[in-house]
């Protein structure tokens, strides 16, 4: 999938849309784990960042990241706070644990 700000990301063959129709993707925010490289395999996907915030709560992290062509920043969170606003790190999810939802999903809720 191509975001309209141009970001790429790698799907489940069984999530995909037909070419240049509109869609919603959804990643569950307990299943994105944070790496300071890249984690690219055969079963998980991703994409990189820079943080732009970081907050300590009780025993979890949670950063503000910016991903180039995604309209949102992305809010993570993590036991480790081992990244600084301005880092750039890798947020990585299984390539089973994205949803892709088309216009003819929303069109039956």
Known sequence: LVTPGGASLSVDKLCVEPDGSSCTVVVRAEDIEVHAKRL?????T???GRVVLR???GEAVYYE????GFERRL??????????PGDQLWLAWRRDRIWVIGEQTRAQD
């Open 40 to 44: 690219d395999t055969e079963t998980m």
């Open 75 to 84: 809010r993570v969170a993590c036991k480790s706070g081992a990244f600084a």
């Open 65 to 68: 990241v910016d991903v180039a």
């Open 55 to 57: 907050l300590f709560e």
């Open 46 to 48: 991703g994409v990189e």
